[in-house]
T-cell receptor
Framework: NAGVTQTPKFRILKIGQSMTLQCTQD?????MYWYRQDPGMGLKLIYY???????DKGEVPNGYNVSRSTTEDFPLRLELAAPSQTSVYFC???????????FGAGSRLTVL | AQRVTQPEKLLSVFKGAPVELKCNYS??????LFWYVQYSRQRLQLLLR??SRESIKGFTADLNKGETSFHLKKPFAQEEDSAMYYC???????????FGKGTRLHILP
């Protein structure tokens, strides 16, 4: 039982490049969330999904896109990387109404 | 607007002293509040939630709807309590879960 798995753990991107952060969970959780963690700013919600085919914007969605084609996977895409997107990204999931999040280990992204 | 406020970035407390990490929230609906903790080199994990009203690792937190607060308390700090603590608000109206900026708790020997 792996829980929430994020890949890659680390990545360096050049400005303007694109990439996808992968997130998969094996707990059959319907709800999945993406956060970014910046020093002094805490965790900010980027996007979330309450089920396959349904996604919603969070607090800081600009510059990101998501899709949810299966219950297990919730990838986060950066289309044109900018230095402001340098951060640690966390994926999390939970059952509907439970609200107790299980977090992945995080993906550290640096944009140069 | 919905908001979680943790006013202290860093809190340094001597071992054995009481600890209080402050959290205030702003939400017009029925709130559900949580404390999450991130120990060094570990994943973010749930510490406690207001509806369970239990004590975890000696920590307690009471939801005060009048003051819109959910402060985390422990009577006697231990060195292993050093970590980053986040207060979180679940908004059941739209299924969002948002976090405060976090407070780093440093327990001094």
């Amino acid at each position: 039982n792996a829980g929430v798995t994020q890949t890659p753990k680390f990545r360096i991107l050049k400005i303007g490049q694109s990439m996808t952060l992968q997130c998969t969970q094996d707990m059959n959780h319907n709800y999945m969330y993406w956060y970014r963690q910046d020093p002094g700013m805490g965790l900010k919600l980027i996007y979330y999904s309450v089920g396959a085919g349904i996604t919603d914007k969070g607090e800081v969605p600009n510059g990101y896109n998501v899709s949810r084609s299966t219950t297990e996977d919730f990838p986060l895409r950066l289309e044109l990387a900018a230095p402001s997107q340098t951060s640690v990204y966390f994926c999390a999931s939970t059952f509907p109404g439970a609200n107790v999040l299980t977090f992945g280990a995080g993906s550290r992204l640096t944009v140069l | 607007a919905q908001r979680v406020t943790q006013p202290e970035k860093l809190l340094s407390v001597f071992k054995g002293a009481p600890v209080e990490l402050k959290c205030n929230y702003s939400y017009s609906g029925s709130p559900e509040l949580f404390w999450y903790v991130q120990y060094s080199r570990q994943r973010l994990q749930l510490l406690l939630r207001h509806i369970s009203r239990e004590s975890i690792k000696g920590f307690t937190a009471d939801l005060n709807k009048g003051e819109t607060s959910f402060h985390l308390k422990k009577p006697f700090a231990q060195e292993e309590d050093s970590a980053m603590y986040y207060c979180a608000l679940a908004m059941n109206r739209d299924d969002k879960i948002i976090f405060g900026k976090g407070t780093r708790l440093h327990i001094l020997p």
